[in-house]
């Protein structure tokens, strides 16, 4: 339980993160971007954990969360634009 909840709040920090990272003008709200940085962190916590990439709750999860985030919005981005 205590694990969702990082995940959670991480995921929050990472997708503010990657939109501060991410070149361009989305035009989506903070809750977007909180949203997809969710998704991004357990996309990036529990994929990478999986196959051995880090341990839970090591630094190398929180940069692989931004990525995801950053990826996610990247997607998103595009599919917007359609």
Same mark, same amino acid.
Request: avoid cysteine.
């Given at each position: 339980m205590m694990s969702i909840?990082?995940?959670?709040f991480i995921g929050l920090i990472a997708g503010f993160v990657?939109?501060?990272?991410?070149?361009?003008?989305?035009?989506?709200?903070?809750?977007?971007?909180? !949203? *997809?940085?969710v998704a991004g962190s357990f996309l990036a916590s529990y994929g990478g954990a999986a196959l051995g990439l880090y341990a839970p709750g090591q630094i190398a999860g929180f940069?692989?969360?931004?990525v995801g985030?950053?990826? !996610? *919005?990247?997607?998103?981005g595009f599919v917007k634009k359609k």
């Open positions: 909840l990082g995940t959670l990657a939109r501060a990272i991410k070149p361009g003008d989305d035009g989506m709200g903070w809750i977007m971007t909180a !949203l *997809l940085g940069v692989a969360s931004v985030a950053v990826i !996610l *919005l990247v997607i998103y």
